[in-house]
Every structure is written in C-alpha cells, then in structure tokens.
C-alpha cells in the first residue's frame, strides 16, 4: 500500500475502529474528504448520504454522485422536507438548524433501520469558531466531525484531499441556496428554483464561485474580483439568463463575492 501521510493515517486510525457509518455527503471538500477517508478505511460498510432538498442545487447533487462513483464509494441519495417546517420557512438567523435537524432525523432512522455504527459530518477545524446553528443540530443527534476531533483546519483538509487525489480538494465552498435569500424573507422550494436557474447561468459559463442574492424582483450577483471583467464581457448572456429566470432587475456588486 502506498504510503500515506502522519495527517491521514490519523484520520483512517480514527475512522478504522467503527465497525459502519453514515457520512452527511454534501459533495464539498470537507465532506468529500471524510467520505473517501471512510470508504479507504471502511469499505463498503460506510455509505455516503447526499441530502437532497430545494436548496441543493442539481449541479451539485449529480457531482456528489459522480465523485462518489468514481472512487465506488457506495452512495444513497436522501430525500429532505426541511422546507415544510415552518420554522425553516420562516428564514430566522438560526435556519440552518432547522435544515440540519430534517436531515440528521433522516439519517438516524436509516442508521437504525440499517445498523449503522455512527453518522458523520464534515466539520473542521476552522469552523468551531464560527456561527454555526447547524452544528447544535450535530450535537444534538450525536453527529461525530472526525475532521474537527483531530483538529484539521480547511487548509489540511485540502492539503489531504490533493492527496488522496479528489478533484474537489480545490472547490470553494457552497453555502445552500437558502443562504442568497434576506433573512426574514420567506423560503420556498420556488424560490429556490429561481435562485438555481440564475445561478446555473453563471456556472454555465464557467464560473466557480459565485452567489446571486435575491432581493425581489432585483437580483443582485457577487463574483470575485478577477471575474469581474468576465461578467462585462458576457453581460448580455447573464442578463438574458437571469431575466428568463423571472428577475427583472439585474446588477453586478463591485464590492465582490462575499460567502455566507
């Protein structure tokens, strides 16, 4: 076996012991590196579920799945209904929790039904200082975060990605589409779908990271500073695009991409 570094030996020492496990897959780096790092060390006894909702946009989904494919890592799509909790619908600060309890509900009734030892996120190291509700949700599900427990921060999260050869070790981070939507604002799955299909524009023509902040009629896109010319110079095709995704007003924020 080819040798690994002391960082992901660590990770598969941590992950060997468990005799199954569920891991909350959304496609991302972090995730992605628990899920290969679970399947190396576990086999097939560790099953990668992938939450699938409104606020999960298609061309993550299928990624997810193409990922999971290519390392035969087994996967299983879940279906989520956090849009139906009026809670979450309701967009609060802490909505987050509310997507994350749906999903962690979800995942304990397959790990019961199917015996499965212990479900596990994508945490790191970088993320305990933040604001975080869905991590409350973790807590209280019994959620494990090996990424978090040994202490890797995003940077050995992508430093161990590369190594394992994961094409995503590189991927900026994607918040839910939730996110593009004022707090306050009410959520719903059609909503969501306007906020997919105008942002589907900007992945189209190859852009990476990316958000289209919806405010009404008016749709409002951030990009990095370096793509700012790019989106000058297909002006037409992304106000065309965004337009036939129902927004009537559309603007481009100099300030640039800022997550959340």
Known sequence: MTAVSPQLASLLNWLAPFPSAL????GGVDSALVMAAAHRALGDKALACIGVSPSYPQREQQQAIDLAKR??????????????????????DNRCYYCKTDLYDRLHELAAAEH?????????????GDDRPGRQAAVEHTVRSPLCELGLTKADVRALAQELDLPVWDKP????????????????PEL??????AEDVLANLGLKQFRVRHNGDL???????EDLALALQDRETIVTGLRNAEY?????????????
């Open 23 to 26: 891991v909350a897959y959304s």
């Open 71 to 92: 390392l035969g890592a087994p996967y299983r799509v879940v279906n989520t209904r956090e849009y139906l909790d009026p809670h979450y619908a309701a967009n609060p």
């Open 116 to 128: 499965f030892a212990v479900i596990l996120d994508g945490n790191n190291a970088d993320d305990v």
């Open 173 to 188: 981070a994607m918040a839910c589409l939730s996110s593009r939507v004022p707090h306050g604002v009410a959520i719903t």
């Open 192 to 197: 969501l779908h306007q906020i997919e299909a």
């Open 219 to 225: 749709a409002r896109i951030e990009l990095l500073p």
């Open 248 to 260: 009537k007003f559309v603007t481009l924020a100099l300030a640039g991409f800022h997550s959340g």
